[in-house]
């Protein structure tokens, strides 16, 4: 069983600085992916960057990127010059494919989220 | 409008009555999926669907059921809420799996249920 651990409830940060999201997983599979969501107050939950396991370059989407150690299974999210509009909920989440009665599936296992603030 | 719809956003209800949540969608995915938020939990999985004929419990299935009534619709029911289900619910599809896919889940926004 695939396992998600978000060890920061509550991260802050100061507008225009940098902040790092710690995340932890666990999987006896070689083929993963894995993702970054935030969840703003509106409840939507947005994808914010993803990172496939056989890929050796951390993925990078304009301010954020990831640090993807794959043999300590971490999976850390960094966001630059931090905006009012990143305060969210940010969950770590794990997709692991499987078959069930035949058919393809994909599950995504989330991590207890961090609640991230940032201040003017 | 969304591609993903819930409905209610929002309910209030109690002890032993029957409440059903719906879903929507429009983007012509076949699987569809049911999760549970709970504060220092994250989002944990209640029920999967590939088709109408394909429905498949997850980790947390007890106290629940569903119905596929067809491909763009999957309902959640509880026959007789209990406080302890009090949580935010989301509603996902995605595509089918194949090799190369990155396994995206597209939500919904969500339903706040109450039970009193």
């Known amino acids: 069983a695939q396992t998600v651990t978000q060890s920061q409830p509550e991260m802050s940060v100061q507008e225009a600085e940098t902040v790092t999201l710690s995340c932890t997983y666990d999987t006896s599979e070689s083929n993963y992916y894995l993702f970054w969501y935030k969840q703003p107050p509106s409840r939507q939950m947005i994808l914010v960057i993803r990172q496939e396991a056989y890929k050796q370059q951390n993925a990078t989407e304009n301010r954020f990127s990831v640090n993807f150690q794959k043999a300590a299974k971490s999976f850390s999210l960094k966001i630059s010059d931090s905006q009012l509009g990143d305060t969210a909920m940010y969950f770590c989440a794990s997709f692991q494919p499987f078959n069930a009665g035949g058919t393809s599936y994909g599950k995504l296992t989330f991590g207890q989220g961090t609640i991230l603030t940032v201040h003017p | 409008d969304a591609d993903v719809t819930q409905t209610p956003r929002n309910r209030i209800t109690k002890t032993g009555k029957r409440i059903m949540l719906e879903c929507s969608q429009t983007?012509?995915?076949?699987?569809m999926y049911w999760y549970r938020q709970d504060p220092g939990l994250g989002l944990r999985l209640i029920y999967y669907?590939?088709?109408?004929?394909?429905?498949n419990k997850g980790e947390i299935s007890d106290g629940y059921s569903v119905s596929r009534q067809a491909q763009a619709k999957f309902s959640l029911s509880l026959e007789s809420a209990i406080p302890n289900q009090t949580a935010l619910y989301f509603c996902a599809t995605s595509d089918l799996y194949a090799l190369g896919d990155t396994g995206e889940l597209f939500f919904g926004e969500g339903s706040r249920l109450t039970v009193l």
């Open positions: 669907s590939f088709d109408v004929k394909d429905i």
């Open positions: 983007k012509g995915h076949d699987r």
